[in-house]
């Protein structure tokens, strides 16, 4: 009976002291009644200077929790342009990443490096698309100042031309609508200084590709329609089956869940390329160019073609790479880019 | 456009960290002593050559057809200082080196040999000296410093006399330069026009006008690339002299 009573009492007690402490967030179930709560150091990488000290900080904060409360009091360093680390010479780490699964004792320090101003993937991503569909606009309708006066305004006689405008016109629209819809960036940012790079990149490329094509000294392909039709055929081919790929890695990505999958083969036919390939939206990049270059016959094309074939070639082994150290079951017969070759 | 600065960080740092440098294998040493005594060798027969037909002709006009065939010979041979890069047995970036030697390769050829008129000019001298005692500078220093027993004369020499030949060299480099331009011009050298079935135009003219005006963003920053590893380098060694 007195047993009884005593744990009668101590139930009482315990319940009265849950929610006396009142928490913004739900305390996960624990064994021990007492939160080991954690104090948070950032030092300058560089200087080794203090530069936050924060006390009674919860055991289970992510590292993006920690930034947060580093942006409040440093407002100018937003959590994208933090990188915080454990050691001066380590990696970054990672925003999911929960304190106290780090190997720190309650007094963590983290080392804080400035990435300096960043940007979002998705913004840089428009505006490297939007340039050159516009830039390619003004030399197909033939804007003063570009050709001879007596061109001004006027129309290419060659039918591929026309046709050239349409597919470029396209695929820059494709792209544009699916950063918008389709696309989950899986990092956030980029350093701001990158767009300047990207967008000269492909502004100039495309200023260069559609000054000759609509030039009016155009000499059409050497095989006439033949041709056309061809690379037509292969530009199409190969922009649906890009947009069925990103379509397929976006499924991959349900929001809110970070856990990596290896991308398989569905039900739709330009997907089956999974099967011998690992970066097919890569693949189909290059065939859609590839289409585009046989469609055009214009040198300026062919060295775009070719130097996007070797940065994505460069993009495709990296990421081979990594699905390959992050899953040990990696379908062995997958290339990175080219089934077989590459 | 000369290239003093070549490779010229990445052994300073090992002049400076010798413990932590790996450094090629000893027959990948042995055959970069050879190629660099034989450069040493090559830009001294040019030097030699040069005092020569000056003593003969009693002028410094027209040298340029007096050592035309070695100079041609040890500046391309310079090319495989990039594939030296690629293979890792020099510590220097393939792109830096590669950029360097294209130049130099750039002016030997498409400029200078290429355009007959300007091989009788005066700004070629200019460059031809500035590169040959540099070159025969830089050759004898990477000599010395794969032998480690580099005397400091060499390195005083490397780290300082480009203050004054970098400059007389892209001097020299961009005169000859200019002097070619009429010439291209007018015969449409290495120049393709439209309508063609490639649909691409080139003008030779306009590149190399635009050639010259890369030099003004890229000339001072490896010049005073230059000079901050001149700090470096030569302000360390009087503390180590003291210490012995």
Redesign the interface.
């Known amino acids: 009976m007195d047993a009884l009573a005593l744990e009668a009492k101590g139930a009482k007690s315990e319940s009265a002291a849950a929610p006396a402490p009142s928490k913004p967030r739900p305390k996960p179930p624990q064994k021990a009644k007492r939160i080991v709560y954690f104090e948070v150091e950032i030092l300058d990488i560089k200087t080794r200077e203090k530069l936050l000290l924060l006390d009674k900080v919860e055991p289970t904060a992510t590292i993006l929790d920690i930034k947060s409360l580093f942006h409040k009091s440093n407002p100018h360093w937003y959590p994208a342009r933090q990188s915080l680390c454990l050691d001066p010479k380590g990696k970054p780490l990672r925003d999911e990443e929960i304190l106290q699964e780090l190997p720190v004792g309650t007094t963590a320090t983290f080392y804080f490096r400035d990435l300096g101003a960043q940007i979002a993937w998705g913004t840089v991503f428009l505006i490297e698309c939007i340039g050159p569909l516009v830039i390619y606009l003004l030399f197909y309708f033939r804007l003063p100042l570009i050709y001879a006066p007596k061109y001004e305004f006027t129309a290419s006689k060659h039918l591929v031309v026309h046709i050239a405008c349409v597919c470029h016109s396209f695929h820059y629209m494709k792209r544009i609508l699916e950063t918008l819809f389709v696309h989950r960036f899986s990092h956030g940012t980029m350093p701001f200084r990158n767009i300047f790079k990207i967008c000269s990149y492909y502004w100039c490329s495309a200023a260069w590709m559609a000054y000759?094509?609509n030039?009016p000294?155009?000499?059409p392909p050497?095989y006439g329609e033949k041709q056309v039709k061809a690379a037509l055929g292969i530009f199409l081919f190969c922009q649906l089956g890009s947009f069925s790929i990103h379509v397929a890695l976006r499924n991959l990505k349900l929001p809110g869940c970070k856990t990596k999958k290896i991308p398989y083969p569905t039900k739709n036919p330009f997907t089956w390329i999974f099967a011998l390939v690992s970066c097919p939206n890569y693949t189909y990049e290059m065939g859609s160019w590839l289409g585009f270059t046989l469609m055009?016959?214009?040198?300026?094309v062919l060295f775009f073609t070719v130097v996007g074939f070797i940065q994505m070639t460069v993009w495709a082994k990296g990421k081979h790479r990594s699905y390959l150290k992050e899953f040990k079951q990696y379908p062995t017969l997958r290339s990175p880019i080219l089934p077989f070759i590459l | 456009m000369s290239a003093p600065a070549m490779g010229t960080s990445k052994t300073a740092h090992s002049d400076s960290s010798n413990k932590k440098k790996k450094g090629p294998g000893t027959l990948a040493t042995a055959y970069l002593v050879i190629y660099n005594v034989v450069m040493t060798a090559g830009w001294l027969v040019i030097a030699v050559g040069l005092v020569r037909a000056y003593l003969a002709r009693g002028s410094y006009h027209g040298l340029y057809y007096s050592i035309e065939k070695p100079l041609k010979f040890f500046q391309t041979g310079a090319l495989l200082e990039i594939l030296h890069c690629a293979l890792g047995i020099v510590p220097s970036s393939v792109v830096l080196t590669g950029f360097q030697v294209m130049s130099r390769v750039f002016l030997t050829w498409a400029v200078t040999h290429s355009v007959r008129e300007v091989q009788s000019e005066d700004s070629v001298l200019l460059f031809v000296v500035a590169w040959t005692v540099t070159e025969i500078i830089r050759y004898s220093f990477y000599t010395f410093s794969l032998l480690n027993h580099l005397p400091y004369l060499i390195k005083w020499a490397r780290y300082t006399f480009f203050i004054v030949l970098y400059p007389m060299g892209v001097a020299g480099e961009l005169l000859t330069i200019y002097a070619a331009l009429p010439y291209v011009q007018k015969t449409g050298l290495y120049s393709i026009t439209?309508?063609?079935?490639?649909?691409?135009?080139f003008d030779y003219h306009t590149f190399l006008i635009l050639v010259m005006v890369s030099y003004i963003p890229l000339f001072p920053q490896l010049y005073f690339h230059m000079m901050r590893q001149r700090k470096k380098v030569l302000g360390h060694v009087e503390e180590y002299s003291k210490v012995e």
């Open positions: 000759y094509i030039h000294l155009y000499t050497y055009t016959q214009c040198v300026p | 439209l309508p063609n079935k490639y649909n691409f135009s």
